[in-house]
């Protein structure tokens, strides 16, 4: 079956510009991560959804950073007036309960900000 | 803070032989533990979890093995294959904390043919 896509796949952008980034889970799957993956590094935490409910956001390094899952599927991280150290890869998971038990990964999202 | 880490950076072993990767978390109130093998320049792929309450667990060719006492994992993977080349991670999340699952940095693991 499809598991967790992302899109785009890569995204370069300047200084100060806004960028969104889309996924879709694993149909059916009512848990929803963003993970934030430094080169080199493991992946850390960003935001976490029960269907469209946010209800953790404790990651989100700063009040530039905004993700939404309006009807429960699609999700979308938007970072705004992006900086140099937003550049990373923005990885995406589902699982298919509450809680966070097996969570499966999308590709990725790498973002340059030059 | 607390968090998840790895012993090694990087390990070698020969195609055909067992691979031994090991996990120190410091969170004793973990509840549940996943590896993850990532390949360049793609997303972290499971491989098998286990819970708190378990100390082993079994899947294809890996098992996982969880000593509470002093806080290790690890994952064998048994026959090395060239596929098996990619950076591994551990990660564990505690059930009521935090939802998201803490990585340690990850160790690499090269297979020499």
């Not at chain 2, 031994?20 to 320049?41: R, T």
Request: aromatic share 10%; charged share 20%; glycine share 12%.
């Amino acid at each position: 079956g499809a598991g967790v896509s992302q899109s785009p796949r890569y995204k370069v952008a300047k200084r100060g510009q806004d960028v969104a980034l889309r996924c879709d889970p694993i149909s059916g799957h009512v848990s929803l991560f963003w993970y934030q993956q430094a080169l080199g590094q493991g992946p850390e935490f960003l935001t976490y959804f029960q269907n469209e409910a946010q209800l953790d956001k404790s990651g989100l390094p700063s009040d530039r950073f905004f993700a939404e899952r309006p009807e429960g599927s699609v999700s979308t991280l938007k970072i705004q007036r992006t900086q140099q150290e937003d550049s990373a890869v923005y990885l995406c998971a589902s699982s298919v309960g509450a809680g966070g038990l097996e969570q499966y990964f999308g590709p990725g999202t790498r973002l340059t900000v030059t | 803070g607390e968090s998840v880490g790895l012993h090694l950076p990087t390990l070698s072993v020969q195609e055909g032989d067992n691979s031994i990767i090991n996990c120190a978390y410091s969170n004793s109130a973990s509840d549940y533990f996943i590896w993850y093998k990532q390949e360049s320049g793609k997303g972290p792929q499971f491989i098998i979890d286990i819970r708190s309450n378990m100390d082993k667990r079994q899947g294809q060719r890996v098992t996982v093995l969880l000593n509470k006492t002093v806080k290790h994992l690890s994952l064998q993977i048994a026959a090395t294959q060239p596929g098996d080349s990619a950076v591994y991670f551990c990660a564990e999340m505690e059930f009521g904390g935090a939802d998201g699952l803490t990585f340690g940095k990850g160790t690499h693991l090269i297979i020499q043919p």
